[in-house]
């Protein structure tokens, strides 16, 4: 039974900064491409940022975020993580994490994922 938990959400200022974590359980976690999305009050869910599986990892940004938002994994720490610098007011949203089996060595930017978490809430104040 595959288990995604966020944490580290929360108020920050604008400018300010934030470090989302997701534990991932699912079976051999190496195997999976995983992301970070998020939905803000009255808008779709939208991918935020992926990192791709593999011993060399790639990683892929939306746009709105790039520059100011990192995306790594720790396989053995079965965790991933999504650094957050220069927040702003449009950052605020429930951010999750996701996880998807693939054998692809690419990042994937796409909503099809296979397992989600339940979401954290992140409010950049202006």
């Known amino acids: 039974q595959a288990r995604l938990v966020e944490s580290g959400g929360g108020l920050v200022q604008t400018g300010g900064s934030l470090t989302l974590s997701c534990e991932v359980s699912?079976?051999?976690?190496?195997?999976?491409?995983l992301a970070w999305f998020r939905q803000a009050p009255g808008k779709e869910r939208e991918v935020v940022a992926s990192v791709s599986r593999g011993s060399r990892t790639n990683t892929n940004y939306a746009d709105f975020v790039k520059g100011r938002f990192t995306i790594s994994r720790d396989n053995a720490k079965k965790t991933v993580y999504l650094q957050m610098d220069n927040l702003k007011p449009d950052d605020t949203a429930v951010y999750y994490c996701?996880?998807?089996?693939?054998?692809?060595?690419?990042?994937?930017?796409?909503?099809?994922?296979?397992?989600w978490g339940q979401g954290t809430q992140v409010t950049v104040s202006s």
């Open positions: 996701a996880a998807k089996f693939t054998f692809s060595s690419l990042p994937y930017m796409q909503p099809s994922y296979d397992y």
């Open positions: 699912v079976p051999t976690l190496s195997n999976y491409v």
